[in-house]
């Protein structure tokens, strides 16, 4: 092999070697394209409801940002709750008209992780039975992170308990659309990564909360205690 050719040839194995990422700080990949996913649908959700606020103003004779502005002022319902046009749009995005299929959301792992940090032990006799107040936390850190207060309210009205009885007809993740879904499903991984990494359960809430930046009123889950 001719002297250039060598040379060629290790400048090619040195460019392909920078490209290849040190496994000491490398991230995981599934993460990262997840990530990068639900930046590419929330950017696009974005400009499509820009788009439909501007539509909105060029329909009425207002301006964009009048349009907007609209939008995100508070609509009062007689009960006290509020809401907003944007919320609305949100909860379109978000929620299935009809419920979907089952499909395995809350895998074990989860639970595990759960009762490991908190103490619950688990009911050999009845090992689907899991304590009302996992169903508080995966309201706050799971559905918490679509940052949209009316979900909650939403979910309840949609799939309320059955008469005389603390059930539902549905599990709450069946209402949500394939977008959102898939989404829920990145928090729950998001949720026992950082579980795997805590030895008690507020250590946890307070490394997760900083980490994606979650912060609640006090009374905003009272009301909520069974929504998985």
């Given at each position: 092999m001719s002297k250039k050719k060598i040379t060629e040839t290790k400048v090619e194995d040195e460019q392909l070697g920078s490209q290849v990422p040190n496994s000491e700080n490398s991230v995981n990949p599934a993460k990262q394209t997840r990530e990068l996913k639900q930046k590419l649908r929330e950017k696009r959700k974005e400009e499509e409801h820009r788009i439909q606020q501007s539509i909105f103003g060029k329909l009425l004779g207002i301006d964009e940002g009048f349009a907007i502005r609209k939008a995100k002022e508070p609509?009062?319902?007689?009960?006290?709750?509020?809401?907003?046009l944007e919320e609305i749009?949100?909860?379109?995005?978000?929620?299935?008209?009809?419920?979907?299929e089952y499909s395995l959301t809350f895998v074990p792992e989860y639970y595990s992780q759960m009762r490991r940090l908190t103490g619950y032990k688990l009911d050999k006799k009845n090992p689907h039975h899991k304590p009302c107040i996992f169903a508080i936390y995966?309201?706050?850190?799971?559905?918490?992170?679509?940052?949209l207060k009316v979900l909650i309210r939403e979910l309840q009205d949609r799939n309320p308990h059955l008469p005389g009885l603390n059930v539902?007809?549905?599990?709450?993740?069946?209402l949500t659309s394939e977008a959102a879904h898939e989404d829920l499903r990145g928090?729950?991984?998001?949720?026992?990564t950082v579980m795997k990494t805590c030895r008690r359960w507020s250590q946890f809430e307070t490394k997760y909360s900083r980490?994606?930046?979650?912060?609640f009123p006090d009374d905003l889950f009272e009301p909520y205690t069974s929504l998985t």
């Amino acid at each position: 092999m001719s002297k250039k050719k060598i040379t060629e040839t290790k400048v090619e194995d040195e460019q392909l070697g920078s490209q290849v990422p040190n496994s000491e700080n490398s991230v995981n990949p599934a993460k990262q394209t997840r990530e990068l996913k639900q930046k590419l649908r929330e950017k696009r959700k974005e400009e499509e409801h820009r788009i439909q606020q501007s539509i909105f103003g060029k329909l009425l004779g207002i301006d964009e940002g009048f349009a907007i502005r609209k939008a995100k002022e508070p609509i009062i319902f007689a009960d006290g709750r509020t809401t907003s046009l944007e919320e609305i749009g949100r909860i379109r995005d978000i929620l299935l008209a009809e419920a979907r299929e089952y499909s395995l959301t809350f895998v074990p792992e989860y639970y595990s992780q759960m009762r490991r940090l908190t103490g619950y032990k688990l009911d050999k006799k009845n090992p689907h039975h899991k304590p009302c107040i996992f169903a508080i936390y995966t309201i706050k850190y799971a559905y918490g992170r679509f940052n949209l207060k009316v979900l909650i309210r939403e979910l309840q009205d949609r799939n309320p308990h059955l008469p005389g009885l603390n059930v539902r007809n549905f599990k709450h993740f069946q209402l949500t659309s394939e977008a959102a879904h898939e989404d829920l499903r990145g928090y729950i991984q998001d949720m026992i990564t950082v579980m795997k990494t805590c030895r008690r359960w507020s250590q946890f809430e307070t490394k997760y909360s900083r980490m994606y930046n979650l912060a609640f009123p006090d009374d905003l889950f009272e009301p909520y205690t069974s929504l998985t």
